[in-house]
């Protein structure tokens, strides 16, 4: 599966951005999409999933601020982030798999600035 993400950019604490990872491929089975991020010097950390039948998971961290979503008919998944913070800022990752993380996208900068 390949997956590719778009959307990441730079934005002012407190902003909203919107980001898109569509699959191609063998995309048949696909149940779990997601996103990570890793920031400078830290590890890779799940920020949000979502199966097929719509179940989701979040992070803590982004609990109340960022939805994920997908519209499986596009094999496409978005993460809708507002109220953004610096801290926030991070190269994020897409996934995709069966039950967990199998395979990632390049990756999108998002930048929020204080």
């Known amino acids: 599966v390949q997956l590719q993400a778009s959307g990441g950019g730079l934005v002012q604490a407190g902003g909203s951005l919107r980001l898109s990872c569509a699959a191609s491929g063998s995309i048949f089975g696909i149940n779990y999409m997601g996103w990570h991020r890793q920031a400078p010097g830290k590890q890779r950390e799940l920020v949000a999933s979502m199966t097929r039948s719509g179940s989701t998971n979040y992070a803590d961290f982004v609990k109340g601020r960022f939805t994920i979503s997908r519209d499986n008919a596009k094999s496409t998944v978005y993460l809708q982030m507002n109220s953004l913070k610096p801290e926030d800022t991070g190269v994020y990752y897409c996934?995709?798999?069966?039950?967990?993380?199998?395979?990632w996208g390049k990756g999108t900068q998002v930048t929020v600035s204080s």
């Open positions: 996934n995709a798999g069966t039950m967990a993380p199998r395979d």
